[in-house]
């Protein structure tokens, strides 16, 4: 019997079915030895996320200290009653002027808080030497010695009391000479008469403070003391 077209294409699909089940089993067969009995197909793991990068905190500015001498507090004195500097880089500090307020402490501090008056001093030390006040930054220039010159190289140390009734205690000694030798420790003034001065003592000064009372031989062998404890 001849066979027909349309046998001959049934004949051949279905060698064509069979040759495709047999390549597929061989191909699992295959796949099943290159992984092992014991292993499974995994698929492949995903790509790491890439964290964004975290920025770093800001740095945390440095803030001036509150004030230049530790032991005082800052009470600011009227930005109309000294000049802004930048001392030493400025102008050179070379001396230390003593200074009586001829007040109490609260008014002279007042004083130095009056834009109207004009005057200040970089501290101010209490009869009984427990408080001391900065009310003008050792940078700046105090208007304190009535001479600009000495203004521009000096600080400015008023102590409370009266020439004429000196209520200088060993406290207010030991505590102004202590400032005054970490003063001279820290800009090296020479600790002597030559450049510790009484506001008297400075040229075209009409003023007569810290007075005939003032012991001068007592305070500098303080000041003198405590420059040598004081680290530079």
Not at 25 to 46: D, H, Q
Not at 104 to 112: C, D, E, G, S
Request: aromatic share 8%.
């Amino acid at each position: 019997m001849e066979d027909s077209p349309l046998s001959r294409r049934r004949l051949l699909w279905g060698a064509a079915g069979a040759a495709g089940a047999a390549g597929t089993a061989l191909a699992v067969a295959g796949l099943s030895r290159l992984t092992g009995p014991e292993e499974k197909v995994k698929a492949a793991p995903p790509s790491p996320v890439r964290k964004a990068p975290v920025a770093a905190p800001p740095a945390t500015p440095r803030r001036a200290a509150p004030t230049d001498y530790a032991p005082a507090v800052w009470i600011p004195a009227s930005e109309s009653n000294y000049m802004p500097a930048d001392r030493p880089e400025s102008d050179p500090i070379e001396y230390v002027v003593i200074h009586l307020t001829t007040d109490h402490l609260p008014i002279m501090i007042a004083t130095f808080e009056d834009p109207a008056e004009r005057v200040s001093a970089h501290y101010v030390v209490s009869a009984n030497g427990t408080r001391i006040a900065q009310c003008v930054r050792e940078r700046d220039v105090a208007w304190h010695s009535g001479n600009v010159w000495y203004n521009h190289r000096s600080i400015g140390i008023e102590h409370e009391g009266w020439i004429d009734q000196p209520v200088y205690t060993d406290q207010m000694y030991e505590a102004s000479a202590m400032l005054a030798a970490t003063i001279c420790a820290k800009y090296d003034v020479p600790v002597d008469r030559d450049h510790i001065l009484g506001h008297v003592e400075v040229p075209l000064s009409t003023h007569e403070d810290p007075g005939d009372v003032w012991n001068w031989d007592k305070y500098m062998k303080l000041v003198a003391t405590a420059r040598r404890r004081v680290r530079t």
